[in-house]
């Protein structure tokens, strides 16, 4: 722990401050994320469609 605790959070506002993406650029990354999450989250319900369709078709083979 530092004996000096109003530097340290300045200091960690400042680096943080250096490190950051300009506004712009983290919107464009946000919608991108969430464009991203919504065409996984299809592409895993097709894929579940698919397993069960697949899984049914070897059920019936199973049983004949």
Avoid at 14 to 27: D, F, G, L, S, W
């Amino acid at each position: 722990m530092s004996d000096t605790p109003e530097t340290d959070k300045a200091e960690r506002m400042a680096y943080a401050q250096e490190h950051m993406v300009p506004t712009e650029v983290a919107r464009k990354l946000e919608r991108e994320r969430d464009e991203a999450r919504e065409l996984l989250e299809a592409a895993q319900n097709a894929l579940d469609a698919i397993h069960l369709e697949v899984g049914s078709w070897i059920t019936k083979l199973k049983s004949k």
